[in-house]
Structures are given as C-alpha cells and as structure tokens.
C-alpha cells in the first residue's frame, strides 16, 4: 500500500544568508514561516566551493536554534563529517552514494549517531542505483541543479526523475521524505510538488528578497494549489 505523500516543508537554504549574523537570518526566516534550516556544506573536493563545517552546527545550537538542521554534505569522504555534524547537533545528514566506499555502514553510521539519514542524487544519477538501501532512509534528496553554487537554474529533466522517486517510495510501503535542492521559485514549485516532492530547498529566492515572509507566503500558496 502506498504512503500517505507528507506535509510539504520549506527549507531555507543559509547559503545565501547573511553570515555575519547567521543566528539572526535563522530566526528571521523561521518566524516568516521557513520549516528547518538546510546548511550546504561544501569542501572544495567534491565539489567547487567551500562553505560550512560542524563548527557552524554548533554555533547556531549554541545560540538557541531548536528547528530542525537539515545537513547536506557535500565532501568527500563523509564519515568523519557525519560524526562532526551528529555531534554538532544535525537532525537529518544526507550525503551523495559516491563520496563513500561503503555506502551501508555511511548510512548506518547516521541512524547509530541518532541522526536521520538521506542520500543525495546529482542531476545525472539514475534514481534505481539507491533503490537497495531506500528502506534505510528517512530522506532522498533529488538536486535539480549540479551541486557547488547556489543560484543555479533548475534543471528540467529532474521533474521525470522526482515522479519516479515518488512512485519507487510509494511502492516501497516506506515513510521517505522526498527532497528537491536547486533553483525553486515561486512560479515553479508547485511543478516541482506535483512531479512528487513534498520538502523543498529554497536559497536565493529567500534570502534575495526584502521580505522573507513575503516570499515564504507565496511558496506555500503556491502549494496549497497542489
């Protein structure tokens, strides 16, 4: 039988925030209506950049940050990062298949560390090559643009990939957030929870604007159009 598709959720993406008062810009866009904060992190190895490590997990917990810390790795290899971030206080760790040898014991690792594990599928990575492990997570991260940047545009073909992540969840009987990384809009999301998604990634969009609710307003009535 097939699982119930779940409550939609807003992740601002603080890639785009401003630094210097990243504790701020998270309860600024918590209180416009953001549902988790998403950290990119980035190791100039995997990936072109160089953004945030576990230090920066801590600090916004050290500050009195209590919703969800949603960590996409981005590094190579992962497991001593996963370590990091549990201890720094992530609540999901996703990570790509291909930053790690054994891929089992990475996701295991998570779970073991009290953390809820994800994986994450470039634009090109076929959505059968996790279909062994799909009963061990509670995320799946689709990116609808190649990883490294925030402000990409999205990347169309990733719609037929997010329908086929839903059915392949819905199939599998299992409670597997479906989350979608790289270039949502306002005009787009809707689209993009159609194809299947119900957690999205939203950077710029947010952290561009004057006003965050302002924006996190029209996402989520964008969605209820769904």
């Known amino acids: 039988m097939a699982v119930p598709q779940q409550e939609f959720i807003i992740a601002p993406s603080v890639l785009n925030a401003n630094f210097a008062r990243l504790g701020e810009e998270c309860d600024t866009v918590l209180a416009a209506g953001g549902d988790m ?6 190791d100039n190895h995997y990936v072109p950049n160089l953004t945030v490590g576990p230090m920066v997990c801590q600090a916004l917990r050290d500050y009195g940050l209590k919703a ?17 971030f549990a201890k720094a206080g992530a609540s999901y760790i996703s990570f790509h298949p291909d930053a790690t040898r054994h891929l089992d014991r990475s996701i295991e690792l998570v779970r073991e560390l009290g953390c809820r594990p994800g994986l994450v599928l470039n634009p ?18 689709l990116m609808s643009v190649n990883p490294g940047f925030g402000g990409q545009a999205f990347v169309p073909y ?7 992540a ?7 009987g299992h409670s597997v957030r479906l989350e979608v990384d790289g270039g949502i809009k306002v005009h787009n999301i809707a689209d993009v929870a159609q194809a299947g998604a119900d ?10 604007a004057d006003d965050y609710k302002a924006v996190i307003d ?3 009535t964008r969605l209820t159009q769904v």
């Open 218 to 220: 029209r996402l989520k």
């Open 166 to 172: 839903r059915a392949m969840i819905d199939a599998s």
């Open 158 to 164: 990733v719609l037929d990939k997010l329908k086929e």
């Open 124 to 141: 090109a990575v076929p959505v059968a090559s996790i279909g062994q492990v799909l009963h061990k997570l509670d995320m799946l991260l």
């Open 37 to 42: 904060i998403h950290l990119d992190v980035m």
């Open 68 to 84: 969800p810390i949603d960590v996409h790795l981005m590094v190579e290899p992962v497991d001593a990062l996963i370590e990091a």
């Open 199 to 208: 957690t999205f990634v939203v950077g710029s969009e947010i952290f561009s």
